[in-house]
């Protein structure tokens, strides 16, 4: 006859209502309480053969383990509060008036089952009465503590990775500040050049950016950590067209976004430093220009965005940008944000990366890789 009743709680004891049921709080701690008591009743059998059968030692098992853990379940439930968690003095009184409670109730259950009156099991047997009420206490006690411990424990660590994500989300608000601007002094000072040598395309330019940066605040202003891919080659379109105005035939483009990706989350102005790193550095040089192609497109489990740019770079210029690791300030931001951001338990760190590809027929790639999100 099992005195003994096994509490589990966790931090909360309520679950959310679309919780499964396999993954409900109390429904575990049950589980946990019918095995406990399983094994007590076999452990009974095994040291006390010949007071009482099998199956009546179950009985009285399973009825007191279960009044046990459902009276301090209970009153944990009662008491339990939101924003706090229960004093211990609070655990240890609610698990011992369970305890006691549950001896009372799971007995007199177990004996109306087999026709006996209710707590005649005290009375027929006081010198085992005593020591179930001893063990059921000590058990009860300890079990209650131990587990209250544990969530605790787990509460502490959803709150150290609750700041963490607040701190992550901080650093990639502070990076994205630091990249607006510095593309926009680039864009002014393009502006201003061609304020004096040809202002119709300075209008036409400042009607560009005017699109760009309206966009632009639009998102530092939502409280998302992303947006979708076509917002971000919609912005790189608004870039693009603001650096054809200034280089005229100089500079083509082509934007490759299927339709299957749109909707998928990237962190903001993501690409636009790749894309304004391929014209600074490979077609602002050649005296021909090229061309400037970014594309979106799904390896597996992966997404992999490329920008790609027929401009002056060559093998040796990826080779020194890797043994230099001077990739300039927007590519270091690129590459430094997607750390942040896919800095979690469950990414492997080898699926975030951005390397540099030489073209076969020139100009360099900026090729993206992290995996696919809901």
Do not use: C
């Not at 006690?141 to 609750?162: D, K």
């Not at 994500?165 to 607006?180: F, K, M, N």
């Not at 891919?229 to 650096?243: C, H, P, S």
């Not at 304004?276 to 192609?293: M, Y």
Request: no cysteine; charged share 15%.
């Amino acid at each position: 006859m099992n005195p003994i009743g096994i509490l589990t709680p966790m931090h909360t004891l309520t679950d959310a209502p679309q919780t499964p049921l396999w993954q409900r709080g109390w429904f575990r701690r049950g589980l946990i309480v019918m095995a406990f008591n399983l094994v007590i009743t076999l452990a009974l059998e095994f040291f006390m053969m010949g007071f009482d059968p099998l199956y009546r030692r179950a009985v009285y098992s399973f009825a007191i383990g279960t009044s046990i853990w459902l009276f301090i379940e209970g009153g944990l439930r009662l008491l339990q509060r939101p924003d706090a968690d229960l004093p211990t003095i609070q655990v240890v009184l609610v698990s011992a008036f369970g305890v006691m409670l549950g001896l009372v109730v799971g007995t007199s259950l177990a004996d109306v089952l087999f026709g006996r009156a209710p707590l005649s099991f005290w009375s027929k047997r006081p010198d085992f009465a005593g020591g179930l009420v001893v063990l059921s206490l000590l058990s009860g006690l300890l079990g209650s503590v131990y587990f209250v411990g544990q969530s605790r424990m787990a509460a502490l660590r959803e709150r150290a990775e609750a700041a963490q994500r607040q701190a992550t989300q901080a650093q990639l608000t502070l990076l994205q500040s630091q990249l607006e601007p510095h593309m926009l002094f680039n864009t002014l000072a393009n502006l201003r050049a061609l304020i004096a040598v040809d202002p119709a395309r300075a209008t036409t330019m400042l009607d560009h950016l005017n699109d760009f940066l309206r966009a632009t605040l639009a998102a530092s202003r939502s409280s998302a950590a992303t947006h979708t891919l076509r917002a971000e080659f919609d912005r790189l379109r608004d870039y693009l067209e603001l650096m054809a105005v200034r280089m005229g035939p100089r500079l083509a483009y082509q934007l490759d976004l299927p339709a299957d990706l749109q909707s998928h989350p990237v962190l903001p102005l993501l690409l636009q430093p790749l894309v304004e790193n391929a014209i600074k550095h490979g077609l602002e040089p050649a005296d021909a220009g090229g061309r400037v192609e970014v594309s979106a497109r799904r390896e597996g489990n992966q997404l992999v965005l490329q920008v790609a740019d027929t401009g002056v770079g060559d093998a040796a210029a990826v080779q020194r940008l890797l043994s230099q690791g001077d990739t300039g300030f927007g590519v270091a931001q690129v590459r430094e944000r997607l750390q942040h951001h896919y800095h979690q338990p469950n990414i492997a760190p080898h699926l975030v990366a951005i390397e540099f590809v030489a073209g076969s027929a020139g100009g360099i790639s900026a090729i993206v890789r992290f995996p696919l999100q809901a």
